[in-house]
């Protein structure tokens, strides 16, 4: 079936964003009925602080894990020659990263399981961001400065790998707070047209 694949065919490859957006859906349904009262605040900030988690991990993933640790560097190095193939983390890979790495550790933290589903949809919802962002940057035409904007960054990024002597930054695709907080912006954004 090709579950871990890096490559995947336009369907699988399309699939992760419709299972995740479905995903989203569910555990939104399920977080919105069914509980007790007055817990809605809660976990709306539970849910607001899982997204602001995304993106932190989102950055910590980009520059560390895929850019530094073999062998996820040289997998992720498939992308940067070529990107504008089907290349992704596997459904079932991330989504047994998200089940482990972000729901049992809040869960074990949390009151209840509730709580620790606001904190996961959180995250899962700036994942699937993440992910429409990525492919974007990668395959959409848009002309939007929200697009512009991600184009001209990942643009930044994936030149670091073609221009010998350039110093690799611009790690975040969703946000650039955290590649400004850490100082990995390589250049001004204004001076780079998108790929």
Same mark, same amino acid.
């Given at each position: 079936?090709?579950?871990?694949?890096?490559?995947?065919?336009?369907?699988?490859?399309?699939?992760?964003?419709?299972?995740?957006?479905?995903?989203?859906?569910?555990?939104? +349904?399920?977080?919105?009925?069914?509980?007790?009262?007055?817990?809605?605040?809660?976990?709306?900030?539970?849910?607001?602080?899982?997204?602001? +988690?995304?993106?932190?991990?989102?950055?910590?993933?980009?520059?560390?894990?895929?850019?530094?640790?073999?062998?996820?560097?040289?997998?992720?190095?498939?992308?940067?020659?070529?990107?504008?193939?089907?290349?992704?983390?596997?459904? =079932? =890979?991330?989504?047994?990263?998200?089940? +482990?790495?972000?729901?049992?550790?809040?869960?074990?933290?949390?009151?209840?399981?509730?709580?620790?589903?606001?904190?996961?949809?959180? =995250?899962? =919802?700036?994942?699937?961001?993440?992910?429409?962002?990525?492919?974007?940057?990668?395959?959409?035409?848009?002309?939007?400065?929200? *697009?512009?904007r991600r184009k001209r960054w990942h643009a930044l990024h994936?030149?670091?790998?073609?221009?010998?002597?350039?110093?690799?930054?611009?790690?975040?695709? +969703?946000?650039? *707070?955290?590649?400004?907080?850490?100082?990995?912006?390589?250049?001004?954004?204004?001076?780079?047209?998108?790929?």
């Open positions: 079936m090709g579950l871990f694949r890096l490559e995947h065919s336009r369907a699988v490859y399309l699939a992760d964003f419709v299972l995740y957006g479905l995903a989203c859906a569910a555990m939104l +349904t399920a977080l919105a009925w069914g509980g007790p009262q007055g817990e809605g605040w809660t976990l709306v900030g539970l849910a607001a602080a899982g997204l602001a +988690t995304w993106t932190f991990l989102e950055y910590l993933l980009h520059r560390f894990v895929l850019h530094g640790l073999k062998p996820f560097s040289t997998l992720h190095a498939e992308h940067h020659l070529r990107p504008n193939a089907l290349i992704c983390t596997p459904t =079932v =890979v991330s989504a047994g990263l998200i089940l +482990t790495l972000v729901f049992l550790p809040a869960w074990a933290i949390a009151a209840d399981a509730r709580q620790a589903g606001a904190m996961t949809l959180g =995250v899962v =919802v700036g994942y699937l961001a993440y992910s429409i962002a990525h492919h974007a940057t990668h395959h959409w035409r848009g002309e939007g400065p929200w *697009l512009l994936h030149r670091a790998y073609r221009v010998p002597g350039l110093t690799p930054g611009h790690f975040g695709v +969703t946000t650039l *707070l955290w590649d400004r907080v850490f100082g990995s912006m390589t250049r001004p954004v204004e001076q780079v047209r998108p790929a």
